[in-house]
């Protein structure tokens, strides 16, 4: 009964999809492809086991159905792998996005042309330790 296709007298087509194989997210992935050519009802016949009904947009005949839930099929199979290959992908794609992120921070060059008057520290030319101004600091922080 799991891959029953069952034509009805009123141009409907009913099957069913084993949620154990296929997750729920593949299933309204692959429907919202088919909207555009039949209405789409989803319901649990019982548990792990997805009803789904077809009702066709336009009068179409009964094997236009049957062609349609094969196409569906298919298309299931194909979400179906494009979410396991997301899953399994997740921290490759994170790792290259955080160094493509990484490479692209400014860096800061100091130029002899920058006017000291606006720094709130100094750098100490003897050892190269920064030293703060804390009045210069209070009166950055006051300002913003």
Do not use: H
Request: charged residues 35%; aromatic residues 14%; contains cysteine.
């Amino acid at each position: 009964m799991d891959n029953v296709i069952e034509v009805l007298k009123d141009d409907k087509a009913v099957f069913f999809i084993n949620e154990e194989i296929y997750s729920l997210t593949a299933v309204m992935k692959t429907a919202y492809i088919f909207i555009e050519k039949v209405y789409i009802y989803f319901d649990y016949e019982k548990e792990k086991l997805i009803r789904v009904e077809f009702t066709p947009k336009e009068i179409k005949d009964k094997d236009f159905l049957k062609k349609l839930v094969g196409e569906f099929y298919n298309e299931l199979l194909n979400q179906t792998l494009r979410l396991r290959i997301f899953k399994e992908t997740k921290n490759i794609r994170e790792l290259i996005l955080g160094r493509a992120l990484y490479n692209t921070c400014v860096e800061v060059k100091e130029s002899n042309s920058i006017n000291k008057e606006n720094y709130y520290y100094q750098m100490n030319e003897e050892d190269g330790k920064i030293i703060f101004s804390d009045d210069e600091i209070s009166k950055a922080w006051g300002e913003s």
